[in-house]
């Protein structure tokens, strides 16, 4: 997998958890009194990140080419490839061993500090989703029963209008029809 790829994977990784950490750590809006999206937010991370690494990618990349073709024109022809390839294998398969090792423990790392964090700010989140829901049941509740007792003050002070209003119209409708 060439660097770029590797920057872009590392980069999208990275943004994505900063800009998650970022969205859950802003304070509530005092107008809507809830936490917006961070949906929106994390993926702008990952985007933004998957561009940044892909750049520092594409130029660790485009650097390592040239350096190796540079080193390849200077040791054709001479018995030093073969000398510097078995003095430098070892080495570049240690640094490789050591960079996956690394790339595991902040796997792991992010892993076991942004997972718990996530999910216990979804758990504060429907905890005040249900506190506001039942703090908010006694209102709906007394609104509800003052609408409906309203609503039978209505019709019971318009049913004298509507039989007065009916039998109007049967005497004109019994007047008409004789």
Known sequence: ??????GALVGGSV????????A???PASATAG?????LPAV?????????????VGFVLDRRARAAAAALAAELAGSGAVQRVTTTVRPALESAYGTVADQL???????TTT??????AAAERAVDVVGEAVDASRPQVAGALATGRAGLADVVD??????????????ARAASLAA
């Open 114 to 119: 942004l997972v718990p964090s996530v999910l």
């Open 15 to 22: 943004g994505g958890a900063i800009a998650a950490l970022q």
């Open 34 to 38: 809830s936490q917006p999206d961070p």
């Open 157 to 170: 002070a318009a049913r004298p209008q509507v039989a007065g209003a009916v039998a109007s119209a049967r």
């Open 104 to 110: 595991h423990d902040v796997g792991d790392t992010v």
């Open 24 to 26: 859950f750590r802003r």
């Open 43 to 55: 993926a702008k991370g990952v985007a933004e990140g998957v561009v940044a690494g892909g750049v």
């Open 1 to 6: 997998m060439n660097q770029l790829v590797k």
